[in-house]
């Protein structure tokens, strides 16, 4: 059961206090209530069902918050607001004057001519003051157009508290979107940072790095005749990977369609809209050639309509596509064959499951890794940490750093967990968790053994680790680091040999499609397989060669 809301402070109204109704873990969204003072502030609202705001009052009496300040236009973190809205008309919402045009792609089924006007756009960079001691300024947080960090300031009789929420942030350029600019917070000092966590403490890749490597797998599976399906959000990713395709030099001039389907295609239109508002460079290209719509370019942007999705796949082609879409549309008969573009989801671990479809994943962040997170954390250096938007494990990992656990008081707690935060001048902080395990390495002869204590495999992602048995270890510095391998690696390392015509096995089987068996008279029908593997039920792919009448002649000699 929930704990119960912050209430204003019985006992003065200097205290600060967190309550979330969702931290995005999985795909929860993201609501956070703080209490400054006598004032309460909702940041947020990525809740699909917004009940535990409402209370248990029917209809419900008072609203959740004072106001409500939201971050960005990704759903995760807005698709409540509406129906906040049609509980608690009077409850006001402001966001950043690009987000406030953004918003209304989170509800595509209902006209925006429609829609009520749900929030009050505020300017970046100037504190705009809500009522008498409470204040906000925002600030560019990177990720996605208008996305912003919020500063709020409340001023008692005896002092004054801050607390910066970082919504979604990304300290690196993007395509379409300048990165926070640290040089504006560092120093700042403030009492309270509620930061997101999406990626743990992993690290990335150079965002040029990220993009050539993408754009490589990308080219490789047009050239070997696939067409290559890229679900993504309706804001965001799918406008950058537009702008990448358009312009690196893999691409340009090329042949090819590239093809923007239903929701993904009203965000690339309602970038146009915000073009002005947009980094310079971009701005630039458009006075050039359009930004996304083009059929004299090549490669070619092109609308893809509902009747254009059965046939589309015929010849290669790249198609951007909604992320609950049911890419069956797609995968028609004479169609094909498809490569399945996923993006790695930090804080979702499960892949869909497509028969007719190689699957690949790509990283191409939108959000800081773990450098960025701890380099903000240090810069901007706060009293209190409280991670949020990542799945526990991750989370687990940030507040386990010792590099923060010496520093700052650090919180990640889960929905309906009432947290104060008492702000003072001592710095008392509870010992850190055990996050390492100790083991011992024997070697006898050739053969090196680690054990590790059975309390490893407890942890969610041991699971995946062990998937299938097998590691990779590599130096690191003077550290070995350990990587499992997945099944999929396994399939792909096979699948780049090349099987000799004549070997009875899987790779020239006329059964074998997708990396997966389709003879119902075999034992492995229905599961994936290797080129290299066999069954009794082998059938050719190819006839064998007829041999030539020097081949006959031979033989009799």
């Known amino acids: 059961m929930m704990s119960q809301p912050p209430p204003v402070s ?17 795909d929860e969204g993201v609501c956070l209530l703080v209490r400054m003072g006598p004032h309460r ?90 009522k008498e001691g409470l204040s906000a300024e925002l600030f560019p947080a990177g990720h996605l157009p208008g996305a912003s960090a919020i500063l709020l300031t409340y001023t008692s009789r005896h002092r ?17 979107v300048e990165g926070l600019p640290l040089e504006a917070l560092r120093g700042l000092e403030p009492d309270v940072l509620i930061v997101e966590g999406s990626y743990g403490t992993a690290r990335h890749p150079h965002r040029r790095n990220q993009e050539n490597q993408l754009a490589e797998r990308i080219n490789q599976a047009i050239a070997q005749a696939n067409s290559v399906l890229m679900p993504v959000p309706t804001l965001g990713l799918g406008q950058e990977l537009l702008m990448l395709l358009r312009s690196h030099h893999l691409f340009t001039g090329r042949n090819l369609d590239i093809w923007v389907d239903g929701n993904v295609a009203a965000g690339c239109d309602a970038y146009l809209d915000i073009l002005t508002n947009l980094p310079a460079s971009v701005q630039n290209f458009a006075r050039h050639q359009s930004l996304f ?41 004479g169609t094909g064959p498809w490569v399945l573009l996923l993006p790695q989801q930090p804080r979702f671990s499960q892949e869909p499951s497509y028969s007719s479809l190689t699957i690949q994943n790509y990283l191409l962040a939108q959000h800081s890794d773990g450098l960025g997170t701890t380099q903000l954390i240090h810069n901007i250096r706060p009293q209190h940490v409280i991670f949020v938007h990542a799945s526990p494990t991750y989370l687990a990992d940030l507040t386990g750093l010792e590099e923060l656990h010496n520093r700052y008081h650090l919180h990640s707690p889960p929905a309906g967990t009432l947290v104060e935060l008492p702000i003072g001048e001592t710095f008392v902080q509870p010992a850190a968790p055990e996050t390492s395990y100790e083991g011992e390495l024997t070697e006898l002869g050739t053969v090196v053994t680690i054990t590790l204590p059975e309390a490893i495999a407890a942890d969610p992602r041991w699971q995946h680790f062990a998937d299938t048995g097998l590691v990779e270890a590599r130096w690191q510095g003077e550290e070995l680091v350990l990587r499992g391998l997945s099944q999929r690696e396994l399939l792909s390392q096979s699948s780049d040999a090349r099987v000799p015509m004549n070997v009875e096995c899987c790779g020239n089987c006329l059964h074998q499609r997708g990396q997966r068996c389709w003879n119902q008279d075999s034992p492995l029908y229905g599961f994936k397989v290797t080129p290299e593997g066999y069954c009794p039920v082998f059938e050719p792919a190819h006839p064998p060669p007829t041999p030539s009448d020097d081949d006959l002649e031979s033989l009799e000699d």
Not at 160 to 171: E, I
Not at 313 to 330: A, F, K, M, V
């Open 41 to 130: 502030i909702l940041l947020d609202c990525g809740l699909a069902d917004i009940s535990s705001l409402k209370g248990e009052g029917i209809p419900p009496a008072d609203p959740p918050a004072d106001l409500v300040l939201c971050s960005h236009a990704h759903p995760d973190h807005a698709r409540g607001l509406l129906a906040l809205h049609e509980s608690f008309p009077q409850l006001p919402v402001y966001a950043s004057e690009l987000t406030t045009q953004l918003l209304p792609l989170n509800w595509p089924e209902i006209d925006p001519q429609n829609l009520p006007q749900l929030c009050q756009a505020l300017p970046m960079r100037s504190p705009v003051e809500f």
């Open 10 to 26: 019985s006992h003065g109204y200097d205290e600060l206090a967190y309550f979330p109704y969702g931290v995005g873990h999985g």
């Open 293 to 333: 719509w083009d059929e004299r370019v090549r490669p070619r942007v092109r609308r893809l309509l509902p009747e254009q999705r059965p046939s589309v796949g015929q010849s290669p082609c790249i198609i951007l596509t909604e992320e609950n879409h049911d890419l069956r549309e797609y995968c028609q008969p």
């Open 160 to 176: 004054s508290y801050t607390l910066l929420y970082t919504g979604d942030f990304f300290l690196s350029n993007s395509r379409l």
